[in-house]
């Protein structure tokens, strides 16, 4: 029972500290202080459900629990979110505090498959492979946010394509303004880009935890990085140099069947992909 409980805690810390970072990303992008401040809240949820195991660990062993590698783990990702909590409240630096909390993240990870693997060695380790249903789950949620924003460029193009041929039918109507869909088309990129990066995380992190060989230049998990790539380079382009219209549109289209190549392609030439 104490097994599960705290199987359970860490998959609440991981979901919370998973949301914190997306809202950190989607703040860095549209500079939204709400959603910097709900990403701080849920951040500091992690914080003290941390700091809670931290000192009930040190009190039930009567000593700091820093002196094995697993647990110099965990404490060095506390001190990650510490520092983080602490720069985000006095200081706006985004692009330090969202970076911060993905190597946090990943060392958080990594303590927790771990630390699975060292306790549980000798019985079947239900934590890591929900981590890989979770990696794969998130994976396709990314995919999802990614064919939405496939099919608001082609409603764009489309859109676009009949305006210039000055075609006033109902169909113009009931397709969408172009503000609109290009906006539509920006914000399912912005959320797939972070599910993408944090299902990516868990997949590395799981490959090397498994017993399951885990090759970097798999073409699957090559391709899977030049996805992840092409999207935050449209997001470069979209945000920095406010390249919008019909371009972005085009090179979202060819992304998205890049995408489509990487998944239906390349996971049959991978070598632990299915």
């Known amino acids: 029972m104490v097994q599960f409980d705290v199987k359970w805690m860490y998959e609440l810390i991981t979901g919370i500290y998973a949301l914190s970072i997306i809202g950190y ?27 809670f195991f931290l000192f009930s660990r040190a009190l039930s062993s009567n000593r700091f629990p820093i002196l094995s590698i697993y647990d110099g783990i965990y404490f060095y990702t506390w001190i990650l979110i510490t520092f983080s909590l602490i720069i985000n409240r006095l200081f706006r630096v985004d692009f330090f505090v969202l970076f911060t909390n993905v190597l946090g993240f990943f060392f958080m990870m990594m303590y927790i498959f771990s630390k699975s693997q060292n306790q549980y060695a000798a019985a079947p380790i239900d934590l890591v492979s929900e981590m890989l249903i979770t990696h794969i789950t998130l994976a396709m949620i990314s995919y999802g946010f990614f064919a939405l924003s496939f ?11 009949l305006l210039k041929r000055k075609k006033w039918t109902l169909r113009l109507k009931r397709l969408g303004n172009l503000d609109q869909l290009e906006k539509l088309s920006f914000y399912s990129i912005l959320f797939g880009v972070p599910t993408l990066l944090i299902a990516i995380i868990l997949g590395i992190i799981w490959g090397y935890s498994s017993s399951e060989l885990f090759l970097w230049q798999d073409t699957k998990t090559v391709g899977s ?34 995408l489509l190549v990487n998944y239906f392609l390349f996971s049959t030439l991978s070598d632990f992909h299915f």
């Open 25 to 51: 990303f989607f703040d860095f992008i549209q500079h939204n202080r709400r959603v910097n401040r709900v990403a701080f809240w849920l951040l500091t949820t992690v914080w003290v459900l941390q700091t």
């Open 151 to 161: 099919i608001f460029s082609c409603m764009y193009l489309l859109q676009y394509r």
């Open 225 to 258: 990085f030049i996805v992840l790539m092409v999207y935050a380079v449209i997001l470069f382009f979209r945000t920095v140099r406010g390249l919008k219209g019909r371009k972005l549109a085009n090179v979202n289209v060819y992304a998205f069947l890049f």
